[in-house]
């Protein structure tokens, strides 16, 4: 596949994909084409055997400052067929591919992070921020509204409280506090981001492919669902995973803990 973009950089390392924004001249705002990159990259990355993980981050000091306010509003003011297709591929992989990613997602914030930019904050799985990266839902002080879909991802990740002052008021915020209203899972400083992130992506790329996937799509669902339904769909969903898991990961571990005496999940980190 393409790791060579006009706008984004893609490396893969040891089974961990990162997705780079690549624009730091322009604070990685999203272009029309970053969007069309992206939407080409994500979907390449899907079917990808060699990325088990995906880290999304930025070039630079920033994460993303959001869209092109030049090239992604202005200049397709007057092209509605360039914003109509710049609009589809911008929502269908800050949303539709990356909430869908078939692998563990993860956003790491190194540092700006505005607007259209909290979309592929939310979609991601887990979030870690740089301390010093600087959050804003500053779309108020643009004279528009947190639109594309930020407005739900704001409310259905941050507390209404958190979701409607910031949006509202645009203040921006830092990486402490975005992990302190739950934006993000948490923060280290900018020094150890990278190092702190890809303990967690490694931690994810040694689990079951298979049980990691059926464990976020449940976690994922069961959210707009009733206590009875949730329940249906979790005992169907358990024998989905059990019938279709090529490494049989249930058996095995079993056996292990129960026969040979060997397994002990969970437990590794409490003994060091
Ligand atoms: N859209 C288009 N261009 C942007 C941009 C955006 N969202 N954010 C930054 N840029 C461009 C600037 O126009 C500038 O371009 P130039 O060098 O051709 O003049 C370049 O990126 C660097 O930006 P600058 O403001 O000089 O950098 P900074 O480090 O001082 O500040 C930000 C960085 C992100 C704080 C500041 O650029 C900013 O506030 N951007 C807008 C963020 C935003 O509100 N986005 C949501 C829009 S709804």
């Not at 070039?59 to 109509?84: C, H, I, M, W």
């Not at 979030?127 to 643009?142: H, K, M, P, R, Y």
């Not at 930020?150 to 409607?164: K, L, Q």
């Amino acid at each position: 596949m393409k790791l060579t973009y006009d706008t984004i950089r893609v490396e893969k390392d040891n089974g961990v994909t990162w997705v780079i924004f690549n624009r730091p001249e322009k604070r990685n705002a999203m272009s029309p084409q970053l969007h069309f990159d992206m939407d080409d990259a994500l979907g390449e990355l899907a079917g990808d055997d060699e990325t088990k993980v995906l880290i999304i981050t930025g070039a630079g000091v920033s994460f993303s400052a959001g869209q092109d306010l030049k090239t992604y509003f202005r200049e397709t003011a007057n092209n509605p067929e360039l914003r109509q297709k710049s609009q589809e591929a911008s929502n269908r992989w800050r949303w539709r591919r990356l909430s869908q990613f078939p692998k563990p997602t993860i956003a790491m914030i190194n540092g700006y992070c505005f607007g259209g930019a909290f979309t592929q904050v939310c979609a991601c799985d887990i979030a870690i921020a740089a301390d010093e990266a600087t959050f804003g839902l500053s779309e108020v002080n643009w004279g528009v509204i947190p639109g594309g879909i930020v407005s739900w991802n704001v409310t259905e990740v941050m507390s209404y409280r958190d979701a409607i002052f910031y949006a509202m008021t645009g203040l921006p915020f830092d990486g402490k506090k975005a992990a302190e209203i739950k934006l993000v899972n948490y923060s280290v400083p900018l020094e150890k981001l990278r190092e702190e992130t890809l303990k967690i992506a490694n931690l994810l790329r040694d689990k079951n492919p298979a049980a990691l996937r059926a464990t976020r799509e449940a976690v994922r669902t069961v959210r707009g669902m009733t206590h009875d339904q949730a329940q249906q769909y979790l005992a169907a969903k358990l024998t989905e995973l059990v019938a279709k898991d090529k490494d049989k990961g249930m058996q095995k571990g079993l056996s292990q803990f129960l026969d040979d005496k060997s397994y002990r999940p969970g437990f590794e980190s409490l003994k060091n």
